[in-house]
């Protein structure tokens, strides 16, 4: 049973450029989870989506930022005309549809903006 | 709004001894969970144990155990007969209740524990 896939692992954005990044769940997960990690600093909630619905969206910054989880295919999260704050590592969890389940963690996404 | 703290930046431990990280949370909540999450040097997150907050027992995982004491909102992680594959960061995370919405995680800062062969 694989687990959850992000693509691509590492990503090099020139300030200004569009940066998109794919999470694919656990099979049998339908919700999903993005976080993000600055450097030497603990995972930052992004929001949280479900199957076509975003759920949570608190943590993520008003502009430029948005994701999405269609009904087929991965999730992405987006970022627009990147900046150097955005560099840092992206992670998706997935977990299944049950009350209190675990979350499941990616590999990451590292993004670095020149 | 819950805040997860972990006081201790760094710790060390002579292999095969036992270690505890320190984890404090913040919440005026009743029903919760909390994890530990393990991040080595290829920066995968990986679920080390996991505890309902409803239950007195503490979760055991092998060699992880935990200490968990509600009343001091204290979560703490002990590895015993550490190993060097032990050797990364240690995120503590708070979650609320079973109810769907409440799904987030917040994590602290972190503990970078360092195993001395």
């Known amino acids: 049973n694989a687990g959850v896939m992000q693509n691509p692992r590492h990503l090099v954005r020139r300030r200004g450029q569009e940066a998109r990044l794919r999470c694919s769940p656990m099979?049998?997960?339908?919700?999903v989870y993005w976080y993000r990690q600055l450097p030497e600093e603990g995972l930052k909630f992004m929001v949280y989506?479900?199957?076509?619905?975003?759920?949570?969206e608190s943590g993520m910054p008003k502009e430029r930022f948005s994701a999405e989880f269609p009904k087929e295919g991965p999730s992405i999260l987006r970022i627009q005309q990147v900046v150097r704050g955005d560099s840092a590592a992206y992670f998706c969890a997935s977990s299944p549809e049950l009350a209190g389940a675990t979350q499941y963690f990616g590999p990451g996404t590292r993004l670095t903006v020149l | 709004a819950q805040t997860v703290t972990q006081s201790q930046p760094e710790m060390s431990v002579q292999e095969a001894e036992t270690v505890t990280l320190s984890c404090t949370y913040d919440?005026?909540?009743?029903?919760?969970?909390l994890f530990w999450y393990k991040q080595p040097p290829s920066r995968q997150m990986i679920l080390v144990i996991r505890?309902?907050?409803?239950?007195?027992q503490n979760a055991t995982e092998n060699r992880f155990s935990v200490n968990f004491q509600k009343a001091a909102k204290s979560f703490s992680l002990k590895i015993s007969d550490s190993q060097l594959g032990d050797a990364a960061m240690y995120f503590c995370a708070y979650r609320s209740g079973p109810n769907f919405g409440n799904e987030k995680l917040t994590f602290g800062t972190g503990t970078r524990l360092t195993i001395i062969p």
């Open positions: 919440t005026s909540e009743s029903d919760y969970y």
């Open positions: 989506l479900q199957k076509e619905n975003i759920i949570d």
């Open positions: 505890q309902e907050a409803y239950k007195q």
């Open positions: 099979k049998g997960h339908s919700h």
